[in-house]
């Protein structure tokens, strides 16, 4: 699909986050190999490659839902380790949005997004309310915030989650296929609020087959294949002139 361009948007030289000789095991299985990454404050890096290579697994190592075994991942300079103090810290500032929205069903929006700010940020609940307002007005749904998820459609369903992980005041979001469980009407809704996010400045991965979203939004795609990065670039080399068979092969399957 065609993403409107997104304006011009400035990478930043600080680092937000650094991966280095990272390795994860599921059991015997080694899902994971020798992943190295920086990612700059202000980068939109699309990531790419077949199912199963383990994009989902990778961010979700980013943000300590699932445990690393060796190497590092250091997040705004907390480096994730099992201590549960680093993982509150590391979670509070990396907000993740998946492909089910995994919205509270018997909570009402607003309940969804003033949740975790009251409970664990210990937000003032009149605080954490125009707070979550602000942010549902961003994605372009107050008028839904007194109903419950099941009352909505996907894509505003997908919306209030997006609202839902601002609410924490995140400076890094992690996507991980955001439009894929999608009806195909409602999935520019959802990426044009990842494009406004991008625009603002936010720090974000997306892992997303939208490639027109990646050649519009993206600084860098990342192309991974059997717990690998095999490749990756700025979006118009990566999709012009890819390097490595696996990556043309894939490419030549989505475009
Ligand atoms: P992707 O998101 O690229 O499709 P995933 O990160 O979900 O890939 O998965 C990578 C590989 O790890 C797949 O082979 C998958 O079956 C396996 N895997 C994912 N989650 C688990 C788990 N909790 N336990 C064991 N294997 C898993
Ligand atoms: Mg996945």
Redesign the pocket.
């Known amino acids: 699909m065609e993403a409107p361009a997104a304006k011009k948007m400035t990478v930043s030289d600080e680092v937000a986050i650094e991966i280095r000789g990272m390795n994860k095991w ?2 015997q ?1 080694h ?1 994971l190999r020798d992943i190295d990454l920086t990612v700059f404050r202000g980068e939109r890096i699309v990531v790419c ?1 077949p ?8 961010i979700r190592c980013i943000n300590a839902l699932e445990e690393h075994q060796k190497g590092s991942i250091v997040v705004d300079g907390t480096r994730l380790t099992s201590d549960l103090k680093n993982i509150d810290k590391i979670r509070s500032e990396v907000g993740m949005c998946f492909q089910h929205f995994n919205l509270f069903p018997h909570l009402t929006i607003l309940e969804n997004c003033t949740l975790a700010p009251i409970h664990v940020r210990k937000t003032p609940k009149r605080e954490a309310i125009e707070t979550a307002m602000h942010f549902l007005e961003k994605v372009k749904i107050p008028d839904q915030a007194g109903k419950y998820p099941g009352q909505l459609s996907g894509g505003q369903q997908q919306r209030v989650a997006i609202a839902r992980s601002l609410c924490m005041k995140p400076r890094i979001m992690l996507f991980d296929e955001p439009t894929s469980a999608l009806d195909p009407e409602m999935i520019k809704e959802v990426l044009d609020t990842m494009i406004e996010l991008a625009e603002e400045g936010m720090t974000m991965i997306c ?1 997303t087959h939208e490639m027109g979203f990646a050649q519009a939004v993206a600084n860098r795609v990342i192309f ?1 294949a059997d717990g690998q990065i095999v490749e990756q670039n700025e979006p118009t080399r990566f999709f012009n002139n890819p390097q490595s068979e696996r990556t043309k092969q894939f490419l030549s399957q989505i475009i």
């Open positions: 599921y059991g299985f899902v490659g199912s199963g290579s383990g994009k989902s697994t990778l892992v991974m």
